[in-house]
């Protein structure tokens, strides 16, 4: 189905991996448009419940592929924008994606790879894992995952590390809040699995809809959001899932009362 991307889905879970080994799964043109595609396509499937976002090889991504940078730059205005505009929707529809997204990192993520560490709801790096925001080392900037960055790690830390284009390793990547976790490398896929194995625990609707609240609470002002959710708890209180799961617990709860 993909050339540059393998999807893989076992089960309830998609496995989205990378597939440019021979480049560190830098990006082009078919890459981002690939990507656009797979998430955009799972975004769509009830039965997923959770999506993997990983790198064939040696590396999660080192960015963008220098061949796409070199023809990037003989483009018009007008194409770099549009150029610039392929690679913001690809962003959107892994930021977007109803199903948590988890980021299994290793190797290197750099330059635009830290918008998509910056998109994964979860994000579980391997230590030795270097990371970087670099564009200004090649005289341009990290325009398009700025939204995204800023987000995540916040402004000071992005200041921090994008005006120096420095790089950091695990430990630094998780006090900026860019990683949740940092594990040994041989524990990297245990450590993602016991993230799928949380979420199979919750509320498949609740998991979602969780995720599209705390989306929206994060792009509004506070008082909007704290405007709207009331009505949003009171419509999860009412709903199939939530009366079947909390008569449960409350049953489960009296028989262990009367042991």
């Given at each position: 189905?993909f050339?540059?991307?393998?999807?893989?889905?076992?089960?309830?879970?998609?496995?989205?991996?990378?597939n440019?080994?021979?480049?560190?799964?830098?990006?082009?043109?078919?890459?981002?448009?690939?990507?656009?595609?797979?998430?955009?396509?799972?975004?769509?499937?009830?039965?997923?419940?959770?999506?993997?976002?990983?790198?064939?090889?040696k590396?999660?991504?080192?960015?963008?592929?220098?061949?796409?940078?070199?023809r990037?730059?003989?483009?018009t205005?007008?194409?770099?924008?549009?150029?610039?505009?392929?690679?913001s929707?690809?962003?959107?529809?892994?930021d977007?994606?109803?199903?948590?997204?988890?980021?299994?990192?290793?190797?290197?993520?750099?330059?635009?790879a830290?918008?998509?560490?910056?998109?994964?709801?979860?994000?579980?790096?391997?230590?030795?894992?270097?990371?970087?925001?670099?564009?200004?080392?090649?005289?341009?900037?990290?325009?398009?995952?700025?939204?995204?960055?800023?987000?995540?790690?916040?402004?000071?830390?992005?200041r921090?590390?994008?005006?120096?284009?420095?790089?950091?390793?695990?430990?630094?990547?998780?006090?900026?809040?860019?990683?949740?976790?940092?594990?040994?490398?041989?524990?990297?896929?245990?450590?993602v699995?016991?993230?799928?194995?949380?979420?199979?625990?919750?509320?498949?609707?609740?998991?979602?809809?969780?995720?599209?609240?705390?989306?929206?609470?994060g792009?509004?002002?506070?008082?909007?959001?704290?405007?709207?959710?009331p009505?949003?708890?009171?419509?999860?209180?009412?709903?199939?899932e939530?009366?079947?799961?909390?008569?449960?617990?409350?049953?489960?709860?009296?028989r262990?009362?009367?042991?």
């Open positions: 189905m050339r540059h991307l393998d999807l893989q889905v076992q089960g309830d879970v998609a496995y989205v991996g990378l440019r080994p021979d480049v560190h799964n830098a990006f082009n043109e078919a890459l981002i448009a690939e990507l656009t595609e797979c998430f955009t396509t799972l975004a769509t499937d009830p039965a997923v419940r959770a999506v993997v976002l990983f790198g064939h090889g590396s999660f991504c080192a960015g963008a592929d220098l061949k796409w940078m070199q990037a730059a003989a483009y205005e007008a194409e770099n924008i549009e150029d610039a505009r392929v690679f929707r690809m962003l959107d529809a892994i977007t994606c109803p199903h948590p997204v988890i980021g299994r990192i290793h190797g290197v993520a750099l330059g635009g830290m918008g998509l560490v910056s998109c994964c709801d979860i994000a579980i790096a391997a230590e030795g894992t270097r990371f970087g925001i670099t564009e200004v080392r090649l005289g341009i900037i990290p325009a398009v995952i700025s939204p995204y960055l800023v987000r995540k790690i916040g402004i000071s830390q992005a921090s590390l994008a005006l120096t284009g420095a790089f950091f390793d695990a430990r630094r990547a998780q006090a900026a809040g860019a990683i949740h976790e940092v594990v040994p490398a041989e524990r990297l896929d245990a450590a699995a016991e993230k799928i194995e949380a979420i199979r625990q919750c509320g498949p609707e609740a998991v979602t809809h969780c995720k599209k609240i705390l989306h929206f609470v792009n509004v002002s506070f008082e909007e959001g704290k405007e709207a959710m009505r949003e708890l009171a419509l999860r209180r009412r709903s199939q939530a009366q079947e799961r909390m008569a449960a617990f409350f049953a489960a709860r009296e262990k009362r009367k042991k």
